[in-house]
């Protein structure tokens, strides 16, 4: 059907970009619609960029609403928002014209000094991509219960520190490459409106061993969602924390040196759980000479953990 000026109407050729990726998010899009939009965003960065945004308002709001006592009103298993169509079409409207008329918007949310996952892998593999002979990947201990379940911080802190994993395996063709990136879509995957990123990661859990020229592209993008859906703030703190795991397991004297550590310290010191972690990890990379490097990796573990 078209209008008097030949436009098409009442079908997926009128739909502006914020519909569309609010129909995404609330599950309405029939297959051919949402296989679309799929194939847009895997190709277009910065639809992508608008769609991870969107993302992260819904669960702000969803998290805003747990707060307050709202319960949802469909099936968690849906993976979808309890909120009206309206409510989320204002939120996503909003999001899709910030990012049309701020370009840089996305990098003036990043907080100041902690750097991104794909930047500590990039420093780490200076000195290496193997992770350390008896490497422990998950001092948070064994996955939480159904009466004991992740917090979003919690989830977020791990997602970046898999994260930088992951990025380490695939520079260095690592077998556990593939392990990885299907823990970062399994920590994606209980987060509304992760469809696509979850995707990004199962391709990069496919082609885990391919040159990391040819995944460097889908991983950055991969990395981005990832952080905008979880929270960026304590996606990079988790990135960190695991970063100066493993520099510490190496010896990496310099790693400590930079302002991403004194943002990262600074950042666990206003937390009462990791105060104590992040003073002493302070003590032992401000001391004269070498640190104990034993002592600053349980130090690292201990606050990972906490926040974990």
Not at 1 to 11: I, K, N, P, Q, V
Not at 240 to 249: F, N, P, V
Request: net charge negative; hydrophobic share 45%.
């Amino acid at each position: 059907m078209r209008d008097e000026r030949g436009a098409e109407t009442g079908s997926r050729g009128d739909w502006d970009e914020a519909e569309r990726l609010a129909a995404l998010l609330d599950g309405r899009l029939d297959a051919d619609g949402h296989a679309d939009i799929l194939s847009r965003l895997a190709t277009d960065d910065e639809a992508l960029a608008t769609y991870a945004e969107a993302a992260a308002v819904t669960r702000a709001l969803e998290e805003e609403d747990a707060a307050a006592g709202v319960t949802p009103l469909r099936p968690a298993a849906r993976r979808t928002s309890p909120f009206s169509g309206a409510r989320r079409w204002g939120a996503v409207a909003a999001v899709a014209a910030a990012v049309a008329l701020a370009p840089l918007a996305w990098n003036r949310m990043r907080p100041a000094g902690l750097q991104e996952p794909g930047a500590l892998a990039e420093r780490l593999s200076t000195t290496g991509t193997a992770l350390p002979a008896g490497w422990d990947p998950s001092p948070w201990g064994s996955t939480r219960s159904a009466s004991d379940p992740m917090t979003p911080r919690a989830r977020a802190i791990r997602i970046g520190a898999r994260l930088v994993e992951l990025e380490l395996a695939l520079r260095g063709q690592d077998p556990a490459a593939a392990r990885t990136a299907a823990q970062v879509a399994i920590l994606l995957g209980e987060l509304p409106g992760s469809g696509p990123a979850v995707s990004i990661f199962r391709d990069i859990q496919a082609r885990a061993g391919a040159p990391w020229a040819e995944l460097e592209p889908q991983m950055e993008q991969g990395t981005e969602a990832a952080a905008a859906m979880a929270g960026e703030e304590d996606v990079r703190l988790g990135a960190w924390l695991q970063a100066a795991r493993i520099a510490a397991a190496r010896k990496h004297a310099e790693f400590f040196r930079t302002r991403a550590t004194k943002a990262a310290l600074k950042y666990l010191h206003q937390d009462p759980a990791t105060r104590p972690a992040a003073e002493r990890i302070r003590t032992l990379t401000n001391a004269e000479g070498a640190p104990d490097w034993d002592a600053l990796v349980v130090g690292l573990a201990g606050a990972l953990r906490a926040v974990g």
